[in-house]
């Protein structure tokens, strides 16, 4: 799954007209290198979840031919964040576990999927903090993640995990976060993790937007901090 539901409004004025998952950089928008991703992985299935210009995503797309995937969207009336998106779309995702990605990330991750211990809710992908992330979001002790009270690095999630529909079983309907779920799990010893050292960026602003088209582009040019 990927999630494309957000309105985008660190990107504006980029996003006013275009969703931002259909933003440029390296010549292609940035959901399609997830597809190109995906593809080059082995996965065949992708749910696309759909708010904010949605159907300006669905006519680019299309059912995914193109990359050799067979996509499916799932339509939201209003955004329903992280959680309540991907519990919209359990219906279509029929496998356990299955990979969600966040949409505004870039990363050349291989996407090959773990193997979850027998009781664990998710596998998350963590990375090194970036300058605008200096403290990180979770803990990671092995593999194990944690939120504290843990001997080992202070993470940034990747917005790359996998997970189980287990996870969701008893959220109502409707809008809600997903990292509450996950801190819950944590507590109880649930949440795998491991640690991404190859690049990733979060593309969540027009400066981050733009230093992404400056390495895919093999410009020498620094990094954007912010």
Known sequence: MILAAGRGERMRPLTDHTPKPLLS???RPLIVHHLERLAGAGY???VINLAY???QIRDHLGDGSPWGLRIRYSPEARGLETGGG???ALPLLHSDPFLVINGDVWSDHPLTAPT?????LAHLVLVDNPPHHPGGDFILCGDRVHEEGADGPRLTFAGIGW???ALLADTPPGAFPLAPLLRAAMARGRIGGSHYRGTWMDVGT????TALERRLSHDPGPLASG
């Open 25 to 27: 950089a390296g010549g």
């Open 44 to 46: 065949r299935d992708v």
């Open 53 to 55: 210009r949605g159907a």
């Open 86 to 88: 991907i519990r919209n």
């Open 116 to 120: 979850l211990a027998a009781g664990d």
């Open 163 to 165: 997970y189980r529909p």
């Open 206 to 209: 027009v400066e981050r937007l």
